[in-house]
């Protein structure tokens, strides 16, 4: 597609409960970020995928965060036991990557309310 | 851990006033990036600007960075009521050229 796709736009889910977030990039772009963003913050750096490299995980907050990438294409961020705190909207985007890679193409963000 | 702090945290003018909003991070860089996010949504890339370069203009935006001073600053001139954003600077880490870490962001809000 044309931009980075995510789904769902709106995810509702019980305290304990597994959610599963899909990041679809733009095609030809190696580089898929994860970001999470609570409600009047900032961006909060979660997971990078860049290629066949292992992906760099230094801010998924807990083991209950987890993601994964196929190639170049899709990821899913998972999150298992959901919590209240997890309640925020999370971005992917994607990059072509490389030395002095342009500016990153973000997706509209699935915002997930944990209740 | 943090990189870019953008200041103010909130800024109100007036529609047709420039807005001017800055960043200062802490370590060296390769490129800092400015972004503009409505309703808490998807951001929109803005402008990059190199760590070899002064300053760097696109339309009404016009970005300026020092590195010896570690700060950029992000000039809206003529400003429009869709100015009305969140506005955030994005750095890289020298070390690490792809991944970039975000300020908390200036709310902007042009008055009519």
């Known amino acids: 597609g044309a931009g980075v796709s995510q789904s769902p736009s709106n995810k509702v889910t019980e305290k304990g409960k597994d959610v599963e977030l899909r990041c679809d990039p733009i095609s030809g772009h190696t580089a898929l970020y994860w970001y999470r963003q609570r409600l009047g913050q900032g961006l909060e750096f979660l997971i990078y995928f860049q290629g066949n490299s292992a992906p760099d995980k230094s801010g998924l907050p807990s083991d209950r965060f987890s993601a994964e990438r196929t190639g170049e294409s899709v990821s899913t961020l998972t999150i298992q036991r959901t919590q209240q705190e997890d309640s925020a909207v999370y971005l992917c985007?994607?990059?072509?990557?490389?030395?002095?890679?342009?500016?990153?193409?973000f997706g509209s963000g699935t915002r997930l309310t944990v209740v | 851990s943090q990189q870019g702090e953008e200041d103010p945290q909130a800024l109100s003018i007036q529609e047709g006033e420039n807005a001017t909003m800055n960043c200062s991070y802490k370590t060296s860089i390769n490129n800092l990036q400015w972004y503009r996010q409505n309703s808490g949504r998807g951001l929109v890339h803005l402008i990059l600007?190199?760590?070899?370069?002064r300053e760097k203009h696109s339309g009404r935006l016009r970005v300026t960075l020092d590195t010896s001073k570690k700060s950029s600053s992000l000039l809206i001139t003529a400003s429009r009521a869709a100015d009305t954003a969140s506005y955030f600077c994005?750095?890289?880490?020298?070390?690490?050229?792809?991944?970039?870490?975000f300020g908390k962001g200036t709310r902007l809000h042009i008055l009519p």
């Open positions: 600007i190199r760590s070899n370069e």
């Open positions: 985007a994607s990059s072509l990557g490389g030395p002095g890679g342009g500016g990153y193409t």
């Open positions: 994005a750095t890289d880490a020298h070390r690490s050229r792809d991944k970039i870490i």
